[in-house]
C-alpha cells in the first residue's frame, strides 16, 4: 500500500507504477488519433458547419455524461466498500490475535515455555497462512529453521487456514483435558478462537465474489461509446480543440473505472492493496513480545 501525506498538494506531480495515466497512455493517444480524424473529416473533407444537429448531440452527451457520472461513483463507492472491509476484517485479525496472546500469557505457568512456543508460532503463522491462502499461494510458510514435531506438516491441498484454526483448538482442548486450563478459561478463549474462521470467511467472501461481470462490462460498454461519440458531436463547435477535450474525459471516465478494478480486490499485490505482509509481521512481533 503506497504511504503518502494527504495534505500535501505536489503528490499530483507524483507518477507511481499504479498510475493511471500510465496504463492508459495508449489509448489516449488512440482516442486523440480518432478524434483527429473526426474532426479533419468533418471540418476539411466533408466541409460541414456548426447546425442542430451537432447541438443535438452535445445535448445528448450532456444527459448521458450524468448518468455515467451517477454509474461511476456507485462503482468506486462499491468498490471502496469492499476495500475497507477487507482493512477490518484484518484489523480484527491483529486485535484478536493479541486478545488470545494477552489470555494465555495470563493462564499458563511463566516457565511452560513447551506450550508458549506453540502458540507463538501457530498464532503468528495464521496472518502468514491467510495472506497466502488470499493470494493463491499454496506454499507453506516455514515456523522455524529447527524442527518442531508438536506441530505437524500442513497437507497443502487443503485448506491451511483451516488446518493452523484446527491446530490451535485442538490443543486449548488438549490443555482443558489436562486440567491445565479451567472450564471457564476455555469458554474465555472460544472468542478470539473462532473470530479466526470468521475473519478467514469474510475475506473469502470479497476475494471470490467480485462485482456482477454484466455490472462491470455494461460501465466499460457504456465509457466506450460515449467517448467514441463524442468527437462527432464537438467537432463542429470546438474544433481541433476537440482532441485534447474528448483525451481529457476519456482518461477521468477510464481512470475512476481502473481505480475501482484495482481496489475492489484488496488482498492482491497491487500498489493500493492491503500491506498483508507487514500487518503479518506485525502481528508475529507483537505475540512474541506478549508470550
Known sequence: MISYNPKVWLNI???HKADTFRQLLPLMLAIGLFSWGIVYLEQEYLQLSANSYAKNLTTMHSLLGFAISMLLVFRTNTAYDRWWEGRKSWGALVNNSRNLSIKLNSILHADDEK????????ISLF????KDHLQNERTRLALDSTPHPEIPDFDTKKHIPNQVAGLLMNKINLLYRDQAITGYQLLMLNAELQSFLDICGACERIKNTPIPFSYSAFIKKFIFFYVITLPIGFALTLGYFTIPVVIFVFYVLASLELIAEEIEDPFGKDDNDLPMQRMCENIRKNVYEIL
Open 13 to 15: 506531480f507524483r507518477f
Open 115 to 122: 506450550n508458549r512456543s506453540f502458540f507463538r508460532k501457530c
Open 127 to 130: 496472518g502468514f497462512e491467510l
